[in-house]
Structure formats: C-alpha cells, structure tokens
C-alpha cells in the first residue's frame, strides 16, 4: 500500500523528519519498504504541445517530434517512444535541466538529427511507475508553464507499506493516518465531505427510482446506493491524477478515479453503474447460479457458480460479480450522464474464494476478503460525490440501504491479568484502555477489567487475544519487558539424532562431500535409474522434473555426478542422508531414512569398503552380502545388503556400481560405485554400551587356510563358516589372497584366509591350534564344497 | 717373539682393522684376526715357553695389544654403522612436498548451520524435534488455525499429492506440523526446536527454491509471556550470531499466532550502521514469531488458560547463504563440487 505524506497530513498534523515517521508505522506493524521522495526535481520540465511527429530518416526506433514549449515556435525533439498524437500535452525537460536521475539533458545529436530536450514518461519525473511511453498530461495546461505549477504538485514523500492481512484499516490512507496518530497522540479527523447537493425536491431517480434487496443476507451486510446526475465523463484533476498514479493506479477518467480515489482514502471499494443502462427499477443481491454466465469490465466472459455473489437487475441477470468486478452491460462511458452509485460490504470468505477462482485479485477484492467498515458507506458515497462535484456532478438526496448481516460487535471482555500474562507486563486497565482508545475502541471498566467494543472499520478483531495485540502493538513490541524462561529439562538430542551426526562424520572423514539434491524428480529420472517406479505423486507440480517425490537416493546422486561430469569435475566422491517416499495403503508414505553414496571413478570394492566402515562403526556385526542382480545397477557387480536383526537378516539396501548403460545414459564416462543403506537397522540400535570383550595378554597363533572353492560361493559366505567352526578361540578370520587361474579348475578360485586364534587364560597349544583349523577345514567342505589347497 | 715383535703384530692389527671399508671386510678381518695362526694369538701360546719374568712382562704387554685391537675394532664397527645408515637414509631421501595430498571430506553448508543451531537451541534446554515431510492438511494447516478457504492460505503456495481426497495430502510448507505432532503426542511443559525440510510451490530463483530448510521453535509452560519470547530470540541471536548483534520484535501476522511477531537482527554486515545488504535500516529480516494461537491449543486439546506459550521460526538456508556470501540459493543445491569443498 503506498501513501503519500501529503495524503496522510489532511487528516492529522503530522510534522518532523518523514524518515522518523516512517519508522513509526514500521514499529506500528505497517511495514515501510521504501521511502521515496516525489513531486521534486520538476524544476526546468514544462508543459509542450505536440506539433508534430516525423519519422527519422534513419532511425526506426526513434521519431521526431516537434513541439511548441510556449514560445510558439517548433522545437525538435529525438523521442523513443510512439504513445503521444499531434495536440496532444506533453512534459518537455528543456536544455540544461537535471532529472531525477542526475542526468543533464544537453542539445546532441541522435543518428543525424537535432534533439532540443527530452519528452519523459512519468517514472523518469519520479511522478509514480508508469513507464510506458511518454506522459500525455491531462486538461488543458498553458504551454511553458512548469509543470509543477500545471499540475499542482509540490515536493511530498511516498512510503510503500507492508500491510498484514489482519489489518483491514490500514488498507486506507484514513486508516494508516489514524493509527499513526494515535501512537504520536495527534488529533486524528475525518473531514466531513460537501458534495454538490441537488435541491431537496429534486426526483429521486427521474421516473426510474432504483430499489434495492438483498436476498442473501449471509453474502451482502449492506448495500447502499447513491445517484450522481449531470456527470461528465472526462479527465481528472492534475492533482488527483498524481495521487492515483502515486498509489500505483492508472488514471483513467474522471468517474473511474473518484472511485478509486475514495477506495485508496476511506478503504471503501465501491461501484458505478450508468443508471440509464440499468434495467428495470432494482437491484437485487443473491447467490449467482450454477453455470451463470456474465461478461465483466475487462470483456471477458466468466462463468459463475453458487458460491459467488451477483448484483442482478431487475430482470434477473447478473451486472456484476460481487466484490470482485462489474459487468460490461452497465460500464460507465463518455456518453454517461447518471451514476447509480454502489457502496456495499460483502461477507469477506466469499470474495476471498470468488477473486482466487476466477483469477480476479483486485485492489477492490483484497480490501473485501480482509473486511471492510460497514459504517464508511455514507462517508464515502459523500466523499464520492464531493470529489465529482468539480466536473459538475450533483448528488441527489435520497439513497437506499438495505442490510443484510454484519459481523457481531458485543463487547469484547479483556481481563487485564490475562493481558499481562500474555504480553509479560504489569499494567492496569487504564493504562490497556490508554492504548486501545486513540484507536477507535471504546472501553467500558468491569472491576479490574474492560469490555471493549471494536470499531467497525477492524473485521479481524474480535477476541481478547485479538485485543491484546493491538496493545502490545501500540505499547511498541520494542518496550514491551523481556527474560529469558528457565527450561525445566536439560536439552539434548535423541540417540538417532546423535548417530546420524555421528554417520556424516565417519563418511565425510573418508572424504566423501555431502550433496543436498531435491527430492522432487521426474517419474523418468527414477525410471531411468532403476529406481522404485511407484512413487508419490504431485497433483500441480511446476514442472515435469518436479513432478513425483524420489523412492531412492539414486536418481539424484547421479544427477549431482553427471553435473560434476558435465563441468569437467570427474572422480567426485558423494553422499547424502535423507528419506525417501515409499507409497502405503495409508495416506501418508513411509519416510524411510537411507545413506546414499556415490564414488565416481571407483569400481564397486569402494562401495563396500564404505559399507564396511560404516556398519563396523555402529558396533553391526555378522552382516552378509548377497551378489545378486537389480535394476539400475550393474548386473555381475551388485550385491543386497543383510544386516541382522531379530527375527533374522533384514534387506537393507545395494552395493555395487552403477549398470554402465546408466552411466552412459547420463553423459558419465566413468565407472561410479554405489551403495544406498536404509538407516533404520543402523541408527538409534537399541544397544545400550558396548560391552568391553577382554584383551588376552597371551600369545596369539596364526594359521593360514586356503581353499579352492566355486564361484557361487561367496567369500564371506565361507569367512563366516570358519569363524561359526573356530569357536571362541578365533580372534579374526581376513582374506588375504584370491587367485584364479593355473592349477584351479574353471568355475572355481582359491580364497586364503588367515586366522588368529588366541585364548584369554592360556597359551594355545599346538594340538588345540591344529584342531581347530581342522573343524574349519571340515566345515568348509561340508558347507561349501571348499577344498583346501595345499 | 720380543716386545717389538708385539708392538709390530699390534700396529698391523690395528691398521687392517682401519682399513676394512664396510661392516663385512670388517668381521673377516675380526675373524683373522682371531684365528689360531694371528701373530698376537701365536705370541700368547708360545708364553708358556718363557722365563717368569720375560713371561710377565711379555704377556702384559700382550694383553694391552690385544685390548688396542679390540678397541680399534670397536671404534670401526660404530664408524662403519654410521656410515651405512647415513647412505640408507640418504637412499630413502624424500621431497614431502611431492606429496599429492589428501581429500577431505564436507558436510554440506546447510548441515552444518543446522547442526549449529540445533546446539544453541539444546544448550538453551531445547530438544530437537522432527517429523514427517509429506503431510496432511491437518497437520500443516487446520490444526494451526488455517480452516479451509481460509484467506491466509494463500501465504504459502502449496504442492499437494495425489493420495487420499484431493487437496488433503501435501508437501509440508513449513515445519510446523511438527509443532502440532509434539503437542498431540506429549503434554506441557515443551521446549523444543524443529529443523527440517519444506517445500513450496515457488519458481526457483536467486532468493528462492521451491525446497528449503527451516527451524522453529516451541515454549508452551506455564506463566509463557511475550517476554519469554523477546528473551529466548535474544539470547539465541547474541550466542549463535555474537554479542554485538541483537534481536527486535515488529508486530506481524501469522494465523498460528497472537500477538505475531517479525524478528529482525542487528546487520551482521555494517553492525547496524546502515548498508546495502540491510537496505540502509541497520536490521535484517529473520523470521517470523508470536504466542500460540488459542485455536492451536484447542486443536491440540491443550487449556489456553492453563497454558501459553511461544512459537518462532527462520529459514536456516537464506540465514546461512548470508552468513556465508552466497548470493544465489539456488547454489546450495546444484551439487556442484567446487561449492562443496568450500565448506
């Protein structure tokens, strides 16, 4: 919302630095984003005549126009913009002036030609943000004059405020003006408007004296009309022009800017209609029907259903959308000579929906959906008509109001304890009223409390929180008292928190960087990379690639690999810690936690070593893999994970690499080594301690083992047959060598495994050191088929 | 043999023992010289064919030959060693600066500030909270006072999924619904802290990704005021961001709170002079906070007269990226390894 200080000041003295006030509403919750300073820097622009407008002979993207800056001479100008016509008035900055910008206009030369000056659009005067085209004045202005003088325009300051939704007052420059006299203890006025009154006999309506019902009283808490005669539609005032163009609104004619006019001062939005092209002697407000179709203001046909409100005529068809815009069938025109002037309050949650549906936020529906004051209506269809007055316009005596149903205004009962428990202060319930009375609330003492009646201009409140925020908010959140509450329990994180801190730092420390890729995918990306392909899906994604939530870490990894790849980066080593969406029967996925890693330029040992580290590193023992194929890895290199649990090996994710077409497919030209762990066997294991296992102090003896056994066996299959057969004795069982080739038969390679062997009470003899290798030797045969090699 | 045949005997022992060159000439010449037929090994056997007197006096003087040879060949021996380890350490010599080094590991930038956080906000006695990502309108609006077709919906723009009755199942928009699962879940009194991911349906650019990180806070107890909350944002603003920079309160609108809260810090940049990252006001925009909504209680069937309490929240990667420098969001989640390794 953008004020003018100007503005402001006709309804309260404000004085001092423009910078201090604005820190004011700021402070008030009225947020300023920017303060800027308009109206100044005219000095030098003045007001030309278009003479006429030639093309350059050699430019097509700029023309020549001369004009008549007073002397009544032809001056001319090299001008890159085609908005303006012959006769037409224009801003001329003449030679030597300074623009707002600091630039001087100087005379030069544009590809040949002479240009004098320059022709401005209104942005460039910093008389508001219209920037398309050069800036036709309206009226009729005395050529030379400077254009401030022209039009009425003196140096003034215009704050662009951040208005919350629960702040329907300050919608309006009355509103803002009240608040912020309140909290500088200003007399704060609504002036009372003089509008060219007919005489009091006058005919109300000329033989069509218009009627009003409302027929749906929950849609419409009041409908108030007024009739303007003797309108002229025409341009607006210079003054009033500047105002709207401040405010971000375009001047359009002297009727459409009065009413936009009085919306931006009273926050009142509000409706004309040429009365002559209203049929039939009534208004009636209802409920629109299904499929009820009109076309608005902007031309554009909508279609209606039975949560949207209408203005029907006499003969029952929709002339306007309720609160959200006018139809074309009553549009104002040149040729309008009476207004029927409507002042309405409509039930907020249903422009709220109306405007969001049909694609029609308007300054109008943004200040309905936050509540308007119901009791403005009189004021503003005066103001209205006082404003009119100068095209000549009269306002006839009469008006018809119809109500329907307002919001409840009982008092409100606020207990000041409460107030104090909320806000941490100690105040009684004068120094409460002290701060709600400027406002508008009136308060009434009830022993230690109030009741509180809320003005009809703040729709948003009605409880005693409520209340209370708006103490808290003109004591200033600034001075209100602070302290810090003692936590009566000791912070700290869960065991699963701890371990997944604790499962980034053990991978980070084997150089592995972590990778944050969004979670949203394409439903290719998962296909593509073997990933789960029922996933969740978006109903209004932004795009195609962001359409489904990710069943694995893959897709996303790899597409952080390739985009390492494709930046001539090879070789990047990356994880991530995150859940993925695995549809249910219920609503809602289950969210499982997993550890992504991606090693590109590694062939799949590098994985496991990762998995190994890892899973050594939270205490998991007597895990297994078995090589096995998948989608989206490589078919003789990836094996699942089986981690123990209770009831036996749990699935616990893939090792292995990356299938090749995959990589490729993705524009990688390495090998990229993989492993994705689902997390829920891992962290947070209900361990407890891990208990201390002694350190014998006795001599270790070490036996090597070899076996020739077939490639269907894998080698921690075998590993942990030998640790089963060792018994208590074995310290450690390690592969130390593989080898295929001369002397193993095909299908077959020989694993060596050296094993310790060591006691906690005594020295192994060798009898008992050669019969424990002997178990091991026996159960490899009969687990495995495994021969020893000699 | 005489005197001088020992002294001779001696001197030639002595010389052979200097000039053996390495550790092996060495123990050959050791291994001759203790052989039966060396002249000071001869001399001492042929003794016993002297006069005592003779006999005494050679063999004394033949026990100081041979003590001279031993020495010598001690002497040698140490040399020698020296010797062959100075030229095996000169053998093993290496440039350390050749070495190619190592390749650290990272935790990506939003890991570590919310880790951060998450420390601050325990050592206040938070706990930290977390919940589920994909939830229902229930839980990320309704409950937090945001009825369907409320107004203030449209405050976040909302990716929703195809699961359940249309437009019930979403992609959380902000992390409190873990607010609400906590109360649901536990009673009064909680302190605890949400971090997590959300999502919105925002066109990605410089100072948005559709996915981002947040955290946000809860106090409800007994006796919570307004104060609390003003204490606790800055307390945690001196500790997290330092001593010099301090917190402020503007009155605010969330439909989960009242009275609603923005919170600003002091500028890290200019320390509340006035710059350009700060638009000249001296403050930043952190987050938004306020006292929990009666409705929110009621909805969580906790007793607002019993209770009050505060909740406050901030985007953990837009606090980060300005910390840091990094003018563009949308570079914390390209993945792209040279933003990695710088943190």
Same mark, same amino acid.
């Given at each position: 919302?953008?004020?003018?200080?100007?503005?402001?000041?006709? +309804?309260?003295?404000?004085?001092?630095?423009?910078?201090?006030?604005?820190?004011?509403?700021?402070?008030?919750?009225?947020?300023?984003?920017?303060?800027?300073?308009?109206?100044?820097?005219?000095?030098?622009?003045?007001?030309?005549?278009?003479?006429?407008?030639?093309?350059?002979?050699?430019?097509?993207?700029?023309?020549?126009?001369?004009?008549?800056?007073?002397?009544?001479?032809?001056?001319?100008?090299?001008?890159?913009?085609?908005?303006?016509?012959?006769?037409?008035?224009?801003? #001329?900055?003449?030679?030597?002036?300074?623009?707002?910008?600091?630039?001087?206009?100087?005379?030069?030369?544009?590809?040949?030609?002479?240009?004098?000056?320059?022709?401005?659009?209104?942005?460039?005067?910093?008389?508001?943000?219209?920037?398309?085209?050069?800036?036709?004045?309206?009226?009729? #202005?005395?050529?030379?004059?400077?254009?401030?003088?022209?039009?009425?325009?003196?140096?003034?300051?215009?704050?662009? /405020?951040?208005?919350?939704?629960?702040?329907?007052?300050?919608?309006?420059?009355?509103?803002?003006?009240?608040?912020?006299?309140?909290?500088?203890?200003?007399?704060?006025?609504?002036?009372?408007?003089?509008?060219?009154?007919?005489?009091?006999?006058?005919?109300?309506?000329?033989?069509?004296?218009?009627?009003?019902?409302?027929?749906?009283?929950?849609?419409?808490?009041? +409908?108030?009309?007024?009739?303007?005669?003797?309108?002229?539609?025409?341009?607006?005032?210079?003054?009033?022009?500047?105002?709207?163009?401040?405010?971000?609104?375009?001047?359009?004619?002297?009727?459409?800017?009065?009413?936009?006019?009085?919306?931006?001062?009273?926050?009142?939005?509000?409706?004309?209609?040429? /009365? =002559?092209?209203?049929?039939?002697?009534?208004?009636?407000?209802?409920?629109?029907?299904?499929?009820?179709?009109?076309?608005? #203001?902007?031309?554009?046909?909508?279609?209606?259903?039975?949560?949207?409100?209408?203005?029907?005529?006499?003969?029952?068809?929709?002339?306007?959308?309720?609160?959200?815009?006018?139809?074309?069938?009553?549009?104002?025109?040149?040729?309008?000579?009476?207004?029927?002037?409507?002042?309405?309050?409509?039930? &907020?949650?249903?422009?709220?929906?109306?405007?969001?549906?049909?694609?029609?936020?308007?300054?109008?529906?943004?200040?309905?959906?936050?509540?308007?004051?119901?009791?403005?209506?009189?004021?503003?269809?005066?103001?209205?008509?006082?404003?009119?007055?100068? $095209?000549?316009?009269?306002?006839?005596?009469?008006?018809? =109001?119809?109500?329907?149903?307002?919001?409840?205004?009982?008092?409100?009962?606020?207990?000041?304890?409460?107030?104090?428990?909320?806000?941490?202060?100690?105040?009684?319930?004068?120094?409460?009223?002290?701060?709600?009375?400027?406002?508008?609330?009136?308060?009434?003492?009830?022993?230690?409390? #109030?009741?509180?009646?809320?003005?009809?201009?703040?729709?948003?409140?009605?409880?005693?929180?409520?209340?209370?925020?708006?103490?808290?908010?003109?004591?200033?959140?600034?001075?209100?008292?602070?302290?810090?509450?003692?936590?009566?329990?000791?912070?700290?994180?869960?065991?699963?928190?701890?371990?997944?801190?604790?499962?980034?730092?053990?991978?980070?420390?084997?150089?592995?960087?972590?990778?944050?890729?969004?979670?949203?995918?394409?439903?290719?990306?998962?296909?593509?990379?073997?990933?789960?392909?029922?996933?969740?899906?978006?109903?209004?994604?932004?795009?195609?690639?962001?359409?489904?939530?990710?069943? $694995?870490?893959?897709?996303?990894?790899?597409?952080?690999?390739?985009?390492?790849?494709?930046?001539?980066?090879?070789?990047?080593?990356?994880?991530?810690?995150?859940?993925?969406?695995?549809?249910?029967?219920?609503?809602?996925?289950?969210? &499982?936690?997993?550890?992504?890693?991606?090693?590109?330029?590694?062939?799949?040992?590098?994985?496991?070593?990762?998995?190994?580290?890892?899973?050594?590193?939270?205490?998991?023992?007597?895990?297994?893999?078995?090589?096995?194929?998948? &989608?989206?890895?490589?078919?003789?290199?990836?094996?699942?994970?089986?981690?123990?649990?209770?009831?036996?090996?749990?699935?616990?994710?893939?090792?292995?690499?990356?299938?090749?077409?995959?990589?490729?497919?993705?524009?990688?030209?390495?090998?990229?080594?993989? /492993?994705?762990?689902?997390?829920?066997?891992?962290?947070?294991?209900?361990?407890?301690?891990?208990?201390?296992?002694?350190?014998?102090?006795?001599?270790?003896?070490?036996?090597?083992?070899?076996?020739?056994? $077939? =490639?269907?066996?894998?080698?921690?299959?075998?590993?942990?047959?030998?640790?089963?057969?060792?018994?208590?004795?074995?310290?450690?069982?390690?592969?130390?060598?593989?080898?295929?080739?001369?002397?193993?038969? =095909?299908?077959?390679?020989?694993?060596?495994?050296?094993?310790?062997?060591?006691?906690?009470?005594?020295?192994?003899?060798?009898?008992?050191?050669?019969?424990?290798?002997?178990?091991?030797?026996?159960?490899?045969?009969?687990?495995?088929?495994?021969?020893?090699?000699? | 043999?005489?005197?001088?045949?020992?002294?001779?005997?001696?001197?030639?022992?002595?010389?052979?023992?200097?000039?053996?060159?390495?550790?092996?000439?060495?123990?050959?010449?050791? %291994?001759?010289?203790?052989?039966?037929?060396?002249?000071?090994?001869?001399?001492?056997?042929?003794?016993?064919?002297?006069?005592?007197?003779?006999?005494? !006096?050679?063999?004394?003087?033949?026990?100081?030959?041979?003590?001279?040879?031993?020495?010598?060949?001690?002497?040698?021996? @140490?040399?020698?060693?020296?010797?062959?380890? %100075?030229?095996?350490?000169?053998?093993?010599?290496?440039? *350390?600066?050749?070495?190619?080094?190592?390749?650290?590991?990272?935790?990506?930038?939003?890991?570590?500030?919310?880790?951060? *956080?998450?420390?601050?906000?325990?050592?206040?006695?938070?706990?930290?909270? !977390?919940?589920?990502?994909?939830?229902?309108?229930?839980?990320?609006?309704?409950?937090?006072?945001?009825?369907?077709?409320?107004?203030?919906?449209?405050?976040?723009?909302?990716?929703?999924?195809?699961?359940?009755?249309?437009?019930?199942?979403?992609?959380?928009?902000?992390?409190?619904?873990?607010?609400?699962?906590?109360?649901?879940?536990?009673?009064?009194?909680?302190?605890?802290?949400?971090?997590?991911?959300?999502?919105?349906?925002?066109?990605?650019?410089?100072?948005?990704?559709?996915?981002?990180?947040?955290?946000?806070?809860?106090?409800?107890?007994?006796?919570?005021?307004? %104060?609390?909350?003003?204490?606790?944002? !800055?307390?945690?603003?001196?500790?997290?961001?330092?001593? @010099?920079?301090? @917190?402020?309160?503007?009155?605010?609108?969330?439909?989960?709170?009242?009275? @609603?809260?923005?919170?600003?810090?002091?500028?890290?940049?200019?320390?509340?002079?006035?710059?350009?990252?700060?638009?000249?006001?001296?403050?930043?925009?952190?987050?938004?906070?306020?006292?929990?909504?009666?409705?929110?209680?009621?909805?969580?069937?906790?007793?607002?007269?019993?209770?009050?309490?505060?909740?406050?929240?901030?985007?953990?990667?837009?606090?980060? %990226?300005?910390?840091?420098?990094?003018?563009?969001?949308? !570079?914390?989640?390209?993945?792209?390894?040279?933003?990695?390794?710088?943190?």
């Amino acid at each position: 919302m953008k004020v003018l200080l100007s503005w402001l000041r006709e +309804f309260a003295p404000f004085e001092g630095d423009p910078v201090e006030l604005g820190d004011q509403m700021s402070d008030l919750g009225m947020a300023v984003e920017s303060i800027d300073h308009v109206g100044g820097g005219l000095d030098g622009v003045v007001v030309a005549r278009v003479l006429a407008l030639r093309p350059h002979p050699d430019a097509e993207r700029i023309q020549l126009v001369d004009v008549d800056a007073g002397d009544g001479e032809a001056t001319q100008i090299c001008c890159g913009a085609f908005n303006m016509a012959e006769g037409d008035l224009v801003p #001329l900055a003449t030679l030597g002036t300074t623009m707002a910008n600091g630039m001087t206009i100087e005379r030069r030369k544009l590809r040949g030609e002479w240009s004098n000056g320059m022709l401005c659009s209104a942005r460039e005067l910093a008389m508001g943000d219209d920037h398309e085209g050069i800036w036709v004045l309206p009226g009729d #202005l005395a050529l030379g004059t400077p254009l401030a003088e022209a039009i009425g325009v003196t140096p003034d300051v215009l704050y662009d /405020l951040e208005i919350n939704p629960n702040r329907p007052d300050a919608m309006s420059v009355a509103g803002v003006a009240r608040d912020l006299a309140a909290r500088l203890r200003l007399p704060f006025e609504l002036p009372t408007p003089k509008p060219r009154r007919a005489g009091a006999d006058a005919p109300w309506g000329a033989g069509r004296p218009p009627t009003v019902e409302i027929s749906a009283p929950e849609l419409c808490g009041r +409908f108030h009309v007024r009739v303007l005669e003797d309108v002229v539609v025409g341009s607006s005032p210079a003054w009033m022009a500047h105002r709207l163009r401040c405010a971000g609104m375009r001047p359009i004619n002297s009727v459409v800017d009065v009413s936009n006019y009085v919306m931006l001062e009273l926050g009142q939005p509000n409706h004309t209609y040429d /009365l =002559d092209l209203v049929s039939g002697p009534g208004l009636r407000v209802r409920w629109a029907n299904d499929g009820e179709r009109i076309t608005t #203001l902007d031309d554009a046909e909508r279609t209606l259903d039975g949560a949207d409100g209408v203005i029907a005529d006499a003969e029952d068809r929709a002339i306007g959308i309720a609160g959200v815009m006018g139809g074309a069938s009553t549009e104002i025109s040149a040729s309008t000579q009476r207004v029927l002037l409507e002042m309405a309050w409509w039930d &907020p949650m249903t422009i709220a929906r109306s405007s969001r549906r049909l694609g029609l936020r308007s300054e109008a529906s943004m200040r309905f959906e936050r509540g308007c004051d119901p009791e403005v209506v009189e004021r503003a269809a005066e103001r209205f008509a006082e404003l009119l007055a100068t $095209s000549g316009a009269t306002l006839l005596a009469g008006s018809l =109001d119809a109500r329907g149903e307002l919001p409840d205004r009982q008092p409100v009962r606020v207990r000041t304890a409460r107030v104090n428990r909320l806000l941490g202060t100690d105040l009684d319930a004068g120094a409460v009223a002290a701060e709600l009375t400027p406002i508008g609330f009136t308060c009434a003492s009830a022993g230690a409390d #109030l009741d509180v009646v809320v003005p009809s201009y703040r729709y948003d409140t009605r409880t005693e929180t409520d209340v209370v925020e708006e103490v808290a908010r003109h004591l200033s959140y600034s001075s209100l008292p602070s302290r810090r509450p003692a936590s009566p329990q000791t912070g700290s994180l869960t065991d699963r928190q701890r371990d997944r801190r604790r499962l980034r730092a053990v991978v980070a420390g084997l150089g592995l960087a972590e990778a944050m890729p969004s979670p949203l995918l394409s439903p290719e990306q998962l296909e593509r990379c073997g990933a789960p392909t029922d996933a969740m899906v978006l109903t209004n994604p932004m795009a195609a690639e962001e359409s489904v939530l990710r069943t $694995s870490l893959r897709p996303g990894l790899l597409a952080a690999v390739a985009h390492n790849a494709a930046h001539r980066n090879p070789g990047v080593r990356l994880f991530e810690v995150g859940t993925v969406f695995l549809p249910t029967d219920g609503v809602l996925p289950d969210e &499982p936690e997993h550890l992504g890693v991606a090693l590109a330029g590694d062939e799949a040992p590098a994985a496991v070593a990762v998995l190994d580290v890892v899973l050594e590193s939270f205490g998991i023992e007597g895990w297994d893999l078995h090589n096995e194929p998948t &989608p989206g890895l490589h078919p003789t290199r990836s094996a699942r994970i089986l981690l123990p649990a209770g009831a036996g090996p749990t699935e616990a994710g893939w090792v292995g690499e990356i299938d090749p077409a995959v990589v490729e497919a993705l524009g990688i030209d390495e090998r990229v080594a993989w /492993l994705e762990l689902d997390l829920a066997a891992v962290l947070a294991r209900p361990a407890g301690p891990a208990h201390y296992r002694t350190v014998s102090r006795f001599p270790s003896s070490d036996v090597d083992l070899a076996f020739v056994v $077939s =490639d269907d066996v894998s080698a921690m299959a075998l590993r942990r047959t030998l640790v089963a057969a060792g018994g208590d004795l074995v310290a450690w069982v390690r592969l130390f060598d593989t080898y295929r080739g001369a002397g193993i038969e =095909d299908g077959h390679r020989s694993l060596a495994y050296r094993v310790r062997l060591q006691a906690a009470d005594r020295t192994l003899t060798d009898a008992e050191v050669a019969e424990v290798s002997a178990a091991m030797v026996a159960a490899a045969g009969s687990h495995h088929q495994a021969r020893q090699r000699g | 043999m005489n005197a001088e045949d020992v002294d001779r005997a001696a001197s030639e022992a002595v010389a052979s023992v200097r000039a053996a060159d390495d550790l092996e000439s060495l123990a050959a010449v050791e %291994a001759a010289l203790g052989a039966k037929s060396a002249p000071l090994n001869a001399a001492k056997r042929s003794l016993g064919a002297l006069e005592p007197d003779q006999r005494k !006096e050679l063999g004394r003087r033949l026990n100081e030959a041979r003590a001279e040879v031993a020495t010598a060949v001690e002497t040698r021996r @140490s040399e020698l060693a020296a010797a062959a380890r %100075a030229e095996l350490l000169e053998a093993e010599r290496l440039d *350390l600066t050749e070495s190619p080094g190592g390749r650290a590991g990272h935790l990506h930038l939003v890991t570590q500030a919310r880790d951060e *956080l998450e420390d601050v906000f325990v050592g206040m006695g938070f706990t930290v909270a !977390e919940g589920p990502e994909v939830e229902t309108d229930w839980y990320n609006f309704e409950a937090l006072n945001l009825p369907p077709a409320h107004p203030a919906r449209g405050m976040w723009d909302t990716l929703y999924l195809d699961s359940g009755e249309p437009g019930t199942v979403l992609l959380r928009t902000h992390t409190s619904p873990v607010q609400i699962r906590v109360m649901s879940e536990s009673e009064p009194p909680i302190y605890s802290v949400m971090p997590g991911r959300v999502y919105r349906r925002d066109t990605a650019d410089a100072s948005h990704t559709p996915v981002f990180h947040q955290i946000e806070g809860l106090v409800v107890d007994r006796g919570i005021s307004f %104060a609390d909350l003003a204490g606790t944002l !800055e307390a945690f603003t001196t500790t997290y961001f330092g001593r @010099s920079i301090h @917190s402020r309160l503007r009155p605010s609108y969330f439909p989960f709170t009242e009275p @609603s809260a923005e919170f600003d810090i002091t500028c890290v940049f200019c320390g509340g002079d006035g710059c350009r990252s700060c638009g000249g006001t001296g403050w930043l925009e952190l987050g938004g906070c306020g006292m929990v909504h009666p409705n929110v209680f009621a909805a969580v069937g906790y007793d607002p007269e019993e209770w009050t309490g505060f909740a406050f929240g901030f985007g953990i990667d837009r606090m980060t %990226a300005q910390r840091n420098g990094v003018d563009d969001l949308r !570079e914390l989640f390209t993945n792209d390894i040279r933003f990695l390794e710088q943190f």
